[in-house]
């Protein structure tokens, strides 16, 4: 299962260094500085710039948010431009809206490649997040995922554009994306990777952000996208498990440990191997949030 623990992605747009400064300082587990919708275009040259020098100047601290940098997509002819000036700053990872094409993917890695060896870094070391957000995309979501090889490091989820493309109306419930919401998760899961979803617009809602955050986590999503500070202990809250079932997943794998048999009886329950899996997802996000050690 995925190592990587991505409760809360917070955008930040690529033309505004003091919100980018300020997003460095704040708790979102992943902060991504955008180069795509939060930019008009003819703001794109500057704002790579400015990306470019706020991660120059502001090497990662421990504890501190990662990084990484969403560009345009790859049907624009804006993406080779950012990768251009952003890889001179070696920016851990990048993230690709509108991720539907898998051959137009695969050719992506391997450009990335040759800027990574312009800029000296190892080939394949620059890790891809995947928007899914187009028709399309939802249904070759999986196969998008095994075009960029190792390099994947998880899937996202966007609702919106997918439904300006499929002609879907949004509703509070999100009922009219649940079909899609479940399939990239699943290829998610399937990939191996983190899934992140879907953006929830009104950040002066929190309980209604918080209850959306709940349902992705029961849909298999590990984390969830921020546009504002306001919204990250909301989302980290809904994705980080209560003190009671970290208690429970360490009682569970401390007696899995005396145990000779593949399944066992503990606290009234037969436990087989995908139990004992479930607890070790939970205690590995609880030690992410410093709850378990």
Known sequence: MPVEIRRSVLFTPGDQEKRMLKALTLPADM??????????????????????????????????????????????????????????ARPPALMIPKADDPVTLARLSQELAEEEARVGLHPGSTRLYLIVETALGVLRALDAGIAVGQR??????????????????????????????????LAAAALDVPCI??????????????????????????????????????????????????????RLLAAAQKETHGAFRFEGRMIDEPLLEQARRVVRVARRAGMAH
Request: net charge negative; with cysteine; hydrophobic share 40%.
């Open 197 to 250: 979803d879907q953006v929830y617009a009104n950040f002066q809602d929190p309980a209604g952000l918080e209850q959306e955050a709940r349902q992705a986590r029961t849909l298999g999503y590990t984390g969830k996208m921020a546009i504002h500070p306001d919204q990250i202990a909301p989302i980290h809250r809904a994705f980080t498990p209560t003190q009671a079932e970290v208690d429970h997943a360490l």
């Open 31 to 88: 902060v991504c500085f955008d180069l795509e919708d939060a930019v008009a275009p003819e703001g794109k040259e500057a704002a790579r710039q400015l990306v470019r020098q706020v991660l120059d100047a502001n090497p990662p601290v421990p504890g501190g948010p990662d990084r990484c940098v969403r560009i345009n997509a790859l049907s624009s002819d804006e993406w080779r431009s950012d990768l251009a000036v952003v890889m001179d």
């Open 152 to 185: 994947l490091a998880g899937l996202l989820f966007g609702a919106e554009d997918l439904a300006a493309d499929a002609g879907l109306v949004r509703t509070p419930s999100s009922v009219e994306v649940l079909y899609a919401r479940s399939h990239v998760a």
